[in-house]
């Protein structure tokens, strides 16, 4: 048992994600709601699994400064691919506003504490703290990356939407290749996913 956890935990996630974003599920499932029990089924195992992975975050002045400053540059990234998408792909803006119709009726408080304190915390913990941190170990820091970075965006497929997928991807590989190469900063990445998600969704959209 103790040598298929890691295995167990992503098959979790994929059926997590499964039905959050699949056309079979998603309708009958909010999907707010859903991201956020999720977040708290990921950290539990995490918890369960990796006991001690907290003693990685730590909550600085330098970590909160560069969590900060990597969610205003990721924000930069996302308008600037946006914009040249939606240049280049006739299907790419339909396809982000399908992604924004999801916290259409939402109370953007709400969604704003969500992000904050579950949601956006909860996916670093479990795909870079627990997932790319054991990985890493088991192979290489390059191959728990890649591997990481990989499963993080192919659990996104059931939404059939290429951006999603790339959006996802974009984002795996920025906090993928900076837990590689700078894990003692968890800190600062666990920041800049929760402020970027807040940021794209409901202070700043890219609409």
């Known amino acids: 048992m103790k040598k298929h956890i890691l295995t167990i935990g992503i ?17 009958h499932v909010n999907f707010w709601i859903m991201m956020t029990f999720s977040g708290i089924i990921l950290t539990s195992y995490t918890t369960w699994a990796r006991p001690g992975w907290w003693k ?15 969610a ?19 299907f790419a803006r339909p396809q982000v506003d399908s992604i924004y119709g999801m916290k259409a009726g939402e109370n953007p408080w709400i969604l704003t504490i969500l992000l904050l304190l579950i949601i956006g915390p909860a996916e670093e913990i479990f795909w870079r703290g627990y997932i790319q941190k054991s990985l890493s170990e088991k192979w290489n820091p390059n191959i728990g990356f890649i591997v990481t970075t990989l499963i993080y965006s192919l659990v996104h497929l059931p939404k059939f939407n290429f951006m999603l997928i790339m959006a996802a991807a974009v984002a795996g590989f920025v906090w ?7 894990p003692e900063k968890f800190g600062a990445i666990l920041i800049s996913h ?13 609409m």
Do not use: E, H, Q
């Open 72 to 90: 205003a540059v990721m924000w930069g990234v996302f308008w600037l691919g946006d914009f040249f998408s939606s240049l280049l792909f006739d």
């Open 176 to 182: 993928g290749l900076a837990y590689r190469f700078y």
């Open 194 to 206: 929760a402020i970027w998600d807040c940021a794209v969704f409901v202070w700043f959209p890219i």
């Open 56 to 70: 990685d975050v730590k909550f600085d002045l330098t970590n909160i400064g560069l969590g900060v400053a990597l």
């Open 11 to 27: 098959i979790i996630a994929a059926i997590l994600w499964f039905v959050m974003f699949s056309p079979w599920t998603a309708p």
